[in-house]
Nanobody, 124 residues
Framework: QVQLLESGGGLVQAGGSLRLSCAAS????????MGWFRQAPGKEREFVAA????????YSADSVMGRYTISRDDTKKTVSLQIDSLKPEDTAVYYC?????????????????WGQGTQVTVSS
């Protein structure tokens, strides 16, 4: 069955960096756009970034542009999210997602598959 398994979350000080990873299985990875969403306490889940099946098209939310970098490794079937210059407002559960839509569309079209999430907590 489809599985998206996130890792790399944790507690980090403001200004630090973190790299989240998501290992995918159970579907044809190379056919899917992969992305990341996050949900902060008391808030709705929001789109963060996506990378299309070729790896050449990336799309990020304006709020994270410049600090968040998404990448994928099709040989390992993984997608990663590098987060730099972390801020307390980045504290959230981060979810990996996959969908057969263009990268920009992942921000607005329901996702096909979700991971369980990994907690990122940024202390000030």
């Amino acid at each position: 069955q489809v599985q998206l398994l996130e890792s790399g979350g944790g507690l980090v000080q403001a200004g630090g960096s973190l790299r989240l990873s998501c290992a995918a299985s159970g579907f044809t990875f190379g056919d899917y756009t992969m992305g990341w969403f996050r949900q902060a306490p008391g808030k709705e889940r929001e789109f963060v970034a996506a990378i299309n099946w070729s790896g050449y098209i990336k799309y990020s939310a304006d709020s994270v542009m410049g600090r968040y970098t998404i990448s994928r490794d099709d040989t390992k079937k993984t997608v990663s999210l590098q987060i730099d210059s972390l801020k307390p407002e980045d504290t959230a559960v981060y979810y990996c997602a996959s969908s057969r839509v263009p990268a920009q569309a992942m921000a607005v079209i329901p996702v096909d598959y979700w991971g369980q999430g990994t907690q990122v907590t940024v202390s000030s």
